[in-house]
């Protein structure tokens, strides 16, 4: 009887040690030749980053996660981080939207809580978090969490007294009225300020010294409120810091998201900043350029970004282009508005500052926003770094190639398959039928969910700035899932099942499709090879039959061993018996 041994059965795994620095030189050199050259940008909330369950206290922290950084450079080419927006959260209807918060302060889930408080006390947090795979704003930055509770504990006791005293020196006039707006909110029991007593409602439009003599009062009211306040802000400040220094050190950019719209607090304590009754849209105020107010505290809010992040994306850049006057009638800015934000960026970073890490987004229905000149695009658009999306993917848009085919300079532009504000990638006919052209796959087969997906993930692939959104990279269910703890074996098991996100597939595709597998044969070979070993298709002999073959190898070895030692002994006997004949 013949016994066949398979020597080729699949069985998955990631990179071993001595394969790393080969696959980063691989992955390194595909990307430049496939023409991505200059930014590769995993955009992530920090709230979804991995939290082990016995640190979970529902919202993920920067600085807890330097293994997870050093993951995704190491496996995608990561070079910078693009984080969902920063501050203050605010519940609005059982849940807290990112992009409902503040525009120049830190939100209570940017606060490492674990690096500052007891075990005992950080226990109670987590023990408090009843959610497990999504993120949990209630447990962290709800005003009766149990993170509040703890960070109350730690302001009575607080250990570095001198250096938050210097902070709130040195950042009490950006501060104090959001500090007043809380303490106000706790008085009047509401966030609403159009409720409250007419000289709350309007203290910054009162005289000075009637606004200095409320302000005293308030104080006396409140004062211990604002200071902690003051406090939580000092702690999110120092461990945003931290987290931005660590991930520098690993040559990763951190990007903030500028976002557009201005708080409650903002609005009240800034009232000649705004036009009356006027929108950006989603029920944000418009800012009235027409006042000096307006430019001073935009420069305000662009000097807070500046100071604490590498760049940014400009959330809604058309907004600054084109302002509401009214309910009906926009004034347009060219580029008036963002020659204001570059200006001061320029002047918080130095004038050798490279403009091109601010992104603008500039997608926008051009009712709102025409982005062209005759054939071309505005020069003020043209020169700027643009985020775009396949998201409406069609012949002549949405992809690189139809945006290089518009004679768009491929280093002023940003594109991702999607970002947060896309759905989820879902198998589309009509886009089947683009990235079959582009990529030079059947059409056939990209009905099938899972390669449409992965063609979606691969088409940006050669741009030279592109993008990808965790959600998609990781095939998470939403914004809110939390990234396991368990992030590589998890992300093992994705590619064994051909999902997620693996950038060697991307790479061989666009090889095949630019013609790079036959000027770059030997490169195209070792991308081949790392997307199998990624994808569970690499041909090695499974763990128990390497160890069956070692045993039948021992056995081979002590047979023979017997054999000799057998065959000798029979010669010594020989020898013995012919010696005593003779």
Avoid at 30 to 49: E, Q, V
């Amino acid at each position: 009887m013949e016994i066949r041994i398979n020597n080729s059965v699949n069985f998955g795994r990631l990179l071993k040690p001595s394969e790393e620095a080969d696959y980063a030189s691989v992955l390194e050199r595909a990307k430049a030749k496939a023409g991505n050259r200059g930014k590769t940008i995993l955009i992530a909330p920090s709230s979804s980053l991995p939290q082990a369950d016995i640190n979970n206290t529902g919202v993920g922290n920067l600085a807890s996660n330097e293994g997870f950084f050093d993951f995704v450079k190491k496996y995608w080419g990561i070079n910078e981080i693009q984080l969902l927006p920063t501050g203050q959260y605010h519940e609005h209807h059982g849940h807290y939207p990112m992009y409902s918060g503040t525009s120049m302060d830190l939100g209570n889930h940017m606060i490492d809580i674990k690096s500052h408080i007891p075990d005992e006390d950080f226990r109670e947090i987590v023990n408090a978090n009843k959610i497990k795979d999504k993120v949990n704003f209630f447990n962290v930055v709800d005003m009766n969490s149990a993170q509040e509770k703890a960070l109350r504990k730690l302001y009575k006791n607080m250990p570095d007294r001198e250096e938050f005293n210097k902070f709130k020196l040195e950042n009490h006039s950006r501060l104090e009225a959001k500090g007043l707006f809380r303490a106000l909110r706790t008085i009047y029991g509401s966030a609403n300020y159009h409720k409250w007593d007419d000289i709350d409602k309007n203290l910054f439009l009162l005289e000075p010294e009637k606004r200095d003599k409320r302000i005293k009062e308030i104080y006396k009211l409140q004062g211990e409120e604002i200071d902690f306040y003051f406090y939580k802000q000092f702690l999110a400040e120092k461990d945003l810091k931290k987290a931005k220094e660590n991930l520098n050190s690993k040559g990763l950019k951190l990007n903030a998201d500028f976002i557009c719209g201005f708080s409650y607090d903002e609005v009240w304590s800034h009232p000649k900043a705004f036009t009356p009754n006027a929108s950006i849209g989603w029920g944000l105020p418009a800012l009235n350029f027409d006042n000096p107010e307006a430019e001073k505290l935009l420069r305000e809010k662009t000097e807070f970004y500046a100071k604490r992040f590498d760049g940014f994306r400009v959330d809604a850049g058309w907004t600054y282009i084109n302002q509401p006057q009214n309910s009906s009638q926009y004034k347009y800015y060219d580029d008036k508005i963002l020659n204001i934000i570059e200006d001061e960026v320029k002047k918080v970073k130095g004038k050798n500052y490279d403009l091109k890490n601010l992104m603008y987004e500039f997608s926008a229905d051009p009712k709102q926003f025409n982005i062209y000149s005759g054939n071309s695009l505005k020069p003020y658009i043209a020169n700027r770094v643009q985020i775009r999306t396949s998201d409406h993917l069609s012949n002549n848009w949405g992809s690189n190639r139809a945006f290089l085919d518009r004679n768009w300079n491929p280093a002023n532009f940003i594109i991702g398959a999607a970002n947060h504000d896309s759905n989820r990638i879902k198998p589309n006919e009509k886009q089947a039928k683009v990235l079959s052209k582009i990529l030079k796959i059947p059409e056939k087969k990209l009905t099938d969910e899972k390669e449409f997906i992965r063609a979606k993930l691969a088409e940006p692939a050669g741009a030279y700035n592109n993008m990808i959104f965790f959600r998609d990279a990781l095939a998470l269910e939403d914004t809110n899932s939390k990234i396991p703890v368990d992030y590589k074996e998890y992300y093992e098991n994705l590619l064994k099942n051909k999902d997620g996100y693996n950038p060697m597939d991307a790479l061989e595709k666009t090889f095949k499709a630019k013609g790079l597998d036959k000027e770059e044969p030997e490169l195209y070979k070792k991308i081949v090879k790392y997307r199998k070993i990624l994808d569970s298709q690499e041909k090695q002999i499974h763990p128990i039959i390497k160890l069956g073959a070692g045993i039948v190898c021992l056995g081979i070895l002590a047979y023979g061993i017997f054999k000799y030692t057998k065959q000798e002994k029979q010669k010594n006997y020989n020898f013995t018996s012919n010696s005593q004949h003779i």
